[in-house]
């Protein structure tokens, strides 16, 4: 890559993140065209972002399970529902409310 010719990138940040981030950036010696610099480097020898961007499997399964309507549970109320994930009873019930696959105890 030519070192020589220089490119232009502009973006809109939040003003006060972009105060913050280059004050930071000011104690570590550096210019934001600096650390721009270095992020798009860091880019080209990562093949991509140097961080994950990208939402854990876990939760894009239990996003697609619902949207598809798979194992969920009808409750009788809001609060009943909010009352048995914290003490794990229904009130006024003997069973007890557990994931699917789970065992009742």
Do not use: C
């Not at 972009?18 to 650390?35: D, F, M, Q, Y």
């Not at 499997?57 to 619902?66: A, G, L, V």
């Not at 909010?82 to 009742?104: D, L, Q, Y």
Request: a positive charge; hydrophobic letters at 35%; proline letters at 4%.
């Amino acid at each position: 890559m030519n070192g020589h010719k220089k490119g232009t990138v502009a973006s809109r940040i939040n003003l006060e993140k972009k105060n913050v981030a280059e004050r930071i950036l000011a104690e570590l010696g550096l210019t934001p065209s600096s650390a721009i610099d270095m992020f798009y480097s860091s880019i080209i020898i990562n093949r991509g972002l140097p961080f994950d961007v990208r939402l854990p499997q876990k939760t894009m399964e239990s996003i697609m399970n619902t949207e598809m309507g798979i194992d969920l549970e009808q409750v009788e109320s809001v609060s009943s529902f909010f009352g048995e994930i914290a003490i794990g009873e229904s009130k006024g019930s003997s069973t007890k409310t557990v994931p699917k696959g789970r065992k009742k105890t």
